[in-house]
Nanobody
Framework: QVQLVESGGGLARPGASLRLSCTASGFTQFPFDYYSMAWFRRAPGEEREFVSYIEYNNKTDYADSVKGRFTISRDNAKNLVFLEMNSLKPEDAAVYYC??????????????????????WGEGTLVNVSS
């Protein structure tokens, strides 16, 4: 069973940076590089929302709210996905979740923006942004 573990969350001041990591393991049928990876977040009292994805072929996409500030990347040799978050704002505070979806399970990449299409989820890491 695929497992995803997020790390790197914490408290940051507005304007600061944080780097989230997602460590993936348990790939028995398909290797990590078959999977497109995504970050979602859920702020208190809000629904889980799309942040960014990186496809198996390294194509990326971002929510408008983070475009130009966040960068997603992956290291297939180490089964890692990163989310570099710069110029943090108070509204970025949320629990950040890593998701994985086998690219054989979708046709249109934009479907990776939809919360309930992920094959696997991590437990999340908390990001607080406050002065």
């Amino acid at each position: 069973q695929v497992q995803l573990v997020e790390s790197g969350g914490g408290l940051a001041r507005p304007g600061a940076s944080l780097r989230l990591s997602c460590t993936a393991s348990g790939f028995t049928q398909f290797p990590f590089d078959y999977y497109s990876m995504a970050w979602f977040r859920r702020a208190p009292g809000e629904e889980r929302e799309f942040v960014s994805y990186i496809e198996y072929n390294n194509k990326t996409d971002y929510a408008d709210s983070v475009k130009g500030r966040f960068t997603i990347s992956r290291d297939n040799a180490k089964n890692l996905v990163f989310l570099e978050m710069n110029s943090l704002k108070p509204e970025d505070a949320a629990v950040y979740y890593c998701g994985a979806r086998n690219h054989l399970n979708y046709v249109v990449a934009s479907s990776l923006r939809i919360t309930n299409t992920m094959d696997f989820w991590g437990e999340g890491t908390l990001v607080n942004v406050s002065s």
